[in-house]
């Protein structure tokens, strides 16, 4: 069983920058491709980013693209969501979430079975 703890979080104003950390327990992190999944207040869950077990391929929807980048660090068990020129609209509450086969790299939502608990990020206009 895999747990997964997001962090980083908070309040910034519109243009700033966060950073958002997902640490792994178990020591199959390595093996599976991971997630950042948001949602906004009032809307449907959306598909962030993704990127594969190896760091190699990466997804991004076109809502973040070109301002949001996902890494991870396999040794620290740990995943990054990079975000930077921050709009209101990336409100939301996010969570990291990793793919539900080993060794597999694709974007479709029911694709992730485990979940962290979220972490709020909130910018202001």
């Known amino acids: 069983q895999v747990q997964l703890a997001e962090s980083g979080g908070g309040l910034v104003q519109a243009g700033g920058s966060l950073r958002l950390s997902c640490a792994a327990s178990g020591r199959s992190f390595a093996a599976y491709a991971m997630a950042w999944i948001r949602q906004a207040p009032g809307k449907e869950r959306e598909v962030a980013a993704v990127?594969?077990?190896?760091?190699?391929?990466?997804f991004y929807a076109d809502s973040v693209k070109g301002r949001f980048t996902i890494s991870r660090d396999n040794a620290k068990n740990t995943m990054y969501l990079h975000m930077n020129s921050l709009k209101p609209e990336d409100t939301a509450v996010y969570y990291c979430a990793r793919h539900r086969v080993l060794g597999r790299f694709t974007t479709t939502m029911t694709d992730f079975d485990f979940w962290g608990q979220g972490t709020q990020v909130t910018v202001s206009s």
């Open positions: 990127i594969s077990w190896n760091g190699v391929s990466t």
